[in-house]
């Protein structure tokens, strides 16, 4: 069974192999519960589930995003790209960077890379773009979007209050400072 689901896995990822760069995959580890074999767990009077570890295929997007989610909780400092303090650019660029994609520095000059995508078909590595300052008109402030389930946008981004969090587009502020999204990927 287990070599039946391992064999599936290799034909789809090598079925894979002629796809864009934003289905291109890597492989990575995910713990699963499968069924034990009968006479192990009833010998054993444990239940009769058993943990396992498969390899599961990620996007670039995903790795860009985990990569952000390990700055979560740093705080804010302006023009800050480490763990010491980041600011939202920051942390979007930094994240990039990790994976070998070149961004601008700042959010104003991000904004104008990549692909526009309107917000109800964004996916998770596109990027939010915000007006948190009404009385200047440009943007100066981005976010990583991290997951869009069930029509609901969350982003990582860095706020000089409270440092590296997430956040969902349907915070009265965020919906209102939105801008544009783009997709770089």
Not at 119 to 142: A, M, P, Q, S, Y
Request: glycine letters at 6%; proline letters at 3%; aromatic letters at 8%.
């Amino acid at each position: 069974m287990i070599r039946k689901m391992l064999w599936l896995l290799l034909l789809l990822t090598l079925a894979q192999c002629g796809t864009s760069k934003r289905k291109r995959a890597s492989l990575k580890e995910r713990k699963i519960i499968v069924p034990a074999k009968t006479a192990i767990a009833s010998s054993t009077n444990a239940p009769n589930t058993t943990e396992e570890t498969i390899p599961t295929l990620t996007t670039k997007a995903d790795d860009i995003i985990a990569t952000a989610l390990t700055f979560s909780n740093v705080r804010y400092m302006y023009g800050g790209t480490t763990r010491k303090g980041m600011d939202c650019s920051g942390l979007v660029y930094t994240s990039f960077k990790a994976h070998d994609i070149a961004l601008p520095r700042v959010s104003a000059a991000m904004a104008l890379e990549g692909e526009a995508v309107p917000l109800k078909k964004v996916v998770e590595g596109d990027l939010l773009f915000f007006n948190t300052n009404r009385k200047r008109k440009r943007i100066n402030h981005v976010g990583l979007v991290v997951s869009t389930d069930q029509g609901v946008i969350k982003f990582i981004h860095a706020t000089s209050s409270r440092g590296v969090i997430v956040s969902s587009i349907k915070e009265g502020f965020w919906n209102y400072a939105f801008v544009k999204a783009k997709r770089i990927l």
